[in-house]
């Protein structure tokens, strides 16, 4: 049976994830990647996405649904990107959540509702199934949203914090590529919030270093990942979404 992912702010507390599971019985078998995105946090839900999907086979469908109430303007809809759908509101996010530009994407239209997302989802999923998407959805193209990057100059880079995860530890958008590409093998300082709380080396994993000490690392989606060993970063260090990462490498080798 076709494979549908769904990644939401619901929590599982309320009916919205069962009313969608329950829409899709019969259609594929629905699989969470999680409901805790906080709430509206578009970006928090693309970040979490973007990293799961590919773990899962060609051909499966993926629901993003944080924010996601469409418009006539801003209309719910499919993306064919890397063998994969991908089902949500065109309005930017997809030049979030891609590196490339999809194959296509195809607008979903749905009567209007307090939740007419879910009856928009339900259909996306039904017009691909019964390879109906000439029929059931419109062309469209692809809006677009400017996403966070890291600046680099010879001697330093500037980035910061695209992600909090559950244990306090922050992940930013400085990847090892451009870590490697501008240290050069040189010596570094990584500042967090100015001047005084700095990190000097980069550890190979959570292991090696005292309880409570700061860390460093590429985890495994290769994204500098600052950390407390045993503790809360976010929380020890007052560190939040967006905050500035600054990495000084010394001028000589």
Request: proline share 4%; charged share 20%; aromatic share 12%.
């Amino acid at each position: 049976m076709p494979v549908v992912t769904v990644t939401s702010d619901w929590s599982k507390r309320d009916f919205y994830a069962g009313a969608l599971v329950g829409g899709l019985l019969g259609l594929a078998s629905v699989y969470e990647i999680t409901h805790q995105i906080h709430p509206f946090d578009v970006r928090m839900g693309v970040f979490v996405l973007r990293q799961a999907f590919t773990r899962f086979p060609a051909g499966s469908m993926h629901i993003l649904a944080v924010q996601a109430q469409a418009t006539d303007q801003l209309p719910m809809s499919v993306a064919f990107y890397q063998g994969h759908y991908f089902i949500t509101v065109n309005d930017g996010r997809f030049s979030l959540l891609f590196d490339n530009e999809p194959q296509w994407i195809r607008a979903v239209y749905a009567a209007p509702g307090t939740f007419s997302e879910q009856e928009a989802y339900i259909k996306a999923v039904r017009a691909i199934v019964e390879d109906k998407l000439q029929e059931m959805t419109l062309p469209a193209d692809m809006k677009t949203e400017v996403r966070p990057s890291a600046v680099a100059e010879k001697d330093y880079i500037m980035g910061q914090v695209i992600y909090i995860d559950s244990y306090g530890n922050a992940i930013t958008n400085i990847s090892r590529s451009l870590f490697d590409r501008v240290g050069a093998g040189r010596d570094f300082r990584i500042f967090l919030q100015g001047p005084y709380t700095r990190i000097e080396k980069i550890s190979d994993s959570y292991g090696g270093v005292r309880p409570g000490q700061l860390l460093a690392l590429f985890n495994s989606v290769n994204l500098l990942e600052l950390a407390v060993f045993m503790g809360s970063l976010a929380t020890l260090e007052n560190i939040g979404i967006y905050d500035e990462i600054q990495i000084q490498f010394s001028k000589h080798g």
